[in-house]
């Protein structure tokens, strides 16, 4: 029955994307949906447009601390808690039951025919300081939008379908990102380190939520764990952050790999002394061995032997800092990702060893050496990407397989289900700055690729 209502969607999805003129021209078709009912094409024009998208992305923008274009949405405040809210309203018009959890993942579900996993989809809405509006937003909005497309076009799904809205992708107030998803996965040392985490104002993680109306009294982290058993599958629909579609010309990307970070901090401790005084034979310079190491992680990255292995030190800071003093302490931070763990920490014990060899000879004290997290790298689910591949295929867009080289919650939510992504251009590849771009009609052919991806999964076995 799935099968020949394929060909229905694809040709109402298409219409979807579509200007309101063009539908005018065939106003007496009418097509057969799922549960027998027809429905004019005429019906869909003024059901699904950009226009609507575009008025709720521009909405969403205006809970921020910071002026537009700028957005800057942190965790638990109140333009997150307004936010929250409109999302929620959101849902709530699309037809959809809202509950939330402990952490403030909000869920909202289309009920399927069947008492089976779930199809999931969604995205964040947490914004870094002076970010731009698109950047997890259209991975939220953008859902609720297939969902209400699909409704339009009279789909009944068997799976049910459902949005999520992850708590704090970002990870601006506490210093960890993807918490939402990290917790949903049951990832062991989140809980631990939420319950002693506290933001630059010396405000705890609980009482923040708590703030927010969410981790009540009594309320535990770990319920916000969901089982493998829970969803058949998850994609998130993202604007790539990266020029590839955009020179290419390309309108979809199909996720195949999502490559993780190893985060390290390193400390070197030297004596320092008088930049006149000391003479160069008696020093031992913390700077230079951080220098040294920073190279060193150069090197060992390009020695990889796969273009997929990048590495960067993105923090150095020496002390105490004057012109006429020799470094006594030196800080850095080093972030290394892959899309294949073992490559990446064999690169991550490379620079290990290179920071203790240094330390040696340099005669400077290695203090610490610490891997912050190292979370392991995510193949996408040979499903999902199926589907989605399909579904570009047969709304006609050009579509290719790529690695997503940043990190989303479908790294977190590919730990408990198959999990695939889907990208749009986004202009230069301009990300997490109030010039992000994505064009609607990218957004609106990313949305018609989704709608479509979650037709197939949720009438997938
Ligand atoms: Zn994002």
Redesign the pocket.
């Known amino acids: 029955m799935w099968a020949l209502n394929a060909f229905v969607l694809v040709a109402v999805l298409q219409l979807l994307g579509a200007t309101a003129g063009t539908l005018e021209a065939y106003p007496s078709n009418h097509l057969e949906t799922s549960s027998g009912a027809s429905c004019e094409f005429a019906q869909l024009a003024g059901a699904v447009d950009a226009d609507g998208l575009r008025t709720q992305i521009d909405e969403l923008a205006t809970f921020s601390d910071t002026p537009a274009p700028s957005v800057t949405r942190i965790l638990y405040t109140e333009n997150d808690i307004s936010a929250r809210t409109y999302i929620k309203d959101s849902m709530k018009s699309a037809g959809l039951t809202v509950r939330e959890d402990a952490i403030g993942n909000i869920f909202g579900r289309w009920q399927g025919t069947e008492e089976t996993s779930v199809v999931g989809t969604g995205?964040?809405v947490d914004a870094i300081p002076y970010a731009g509006k698109y950047?997890?937003v259209v991975?939220v909005l953008g859902a609720i939008e297939a969902i209400r497309a699909l409704r339009k076009v009279g789909f009944t799904p068997r799976r049910s379908l459902e949005v999520i809205m992850f708590t704090s992708?970002?990870p601006t107030r506490f210093g960890f990102g993807c918490l939402g998803s990290r917790a949903m996965a049951g990832s062991r040392n989140i809980y631990e380190i939420l319950e002693g985490a506290m933001d630059k104002d010396n405000i705890s993680f609980t009482e923040a939520a708590r703030t927010a109306g969410y981790l009540k009294e009594g309320e535990d982290l770990k319920s916000v764990a969901v089982t493998n058993e829970t969803y058949s599958g998850f994609v998130e629909l993202?604007?790539e952050?990266g020029p590839t579609l955009e020179n290419e010309g390309i309108a979809i990307g199909i996720i195949t790999a999502i490559a993780a970070p190893a985060s390290l901090k390193v400390d070197f401790k030297g004596d320092g002394g008088h930049a006149g005084a000391v003479l160069m034979p008696f020093r031992n310079d913390a700077g230079l061995a951080a220098a040294e190491l920073a190279v060193a992680v150069e090197q060992h990255v390009l020695a990889s032997g796969s273009i997929d292995t990048v590495g960067t030190t993105g923090v150095m800071q020496i002390h105490p800092g004057a012109v006429n003093s020799i470094p006594r302490e030196a800080h850095l931070e080093i972030d290394v990702r892959d899309i294949d763990e073992d490559r990446r920490d064999m690169v991550v014990e490379k620079i290990h060893q290179s920071a203790k060899d240094i330390s040696n000879r340099r005669n400077v004290e290695l203090q610490s050496f610490d891997v912050v997290n190292q979370d392991p790298p995510a193949q996408s689910g040979a499903t999902i990407v199926e589907a989605a591949t399909s579904a570009s295929d047969e709304l006609g867009f050009k579509s290719k397989h790529m690695i997503s080289r940043?990190y989303?919650?479908s790294l977190f939510m590919s730990r408990i289900t198959p999990t695939g992504m889907i990208f749009i251009p986004c202009h230069k590849g301009y990300?997490h700055r109030p010039d992000e771009y994505s064009s609607m009609e990218d957004i609106v052919r990313g949305v018609q690729v989704l709608a479509l991806t979650l037709a197939k999964l949720s009438h997938k076995s």
């Open positions: 995205s964040h950047d997890g991975g992708e970002e993202h604007i952050q940043a989303h919650d990300s």
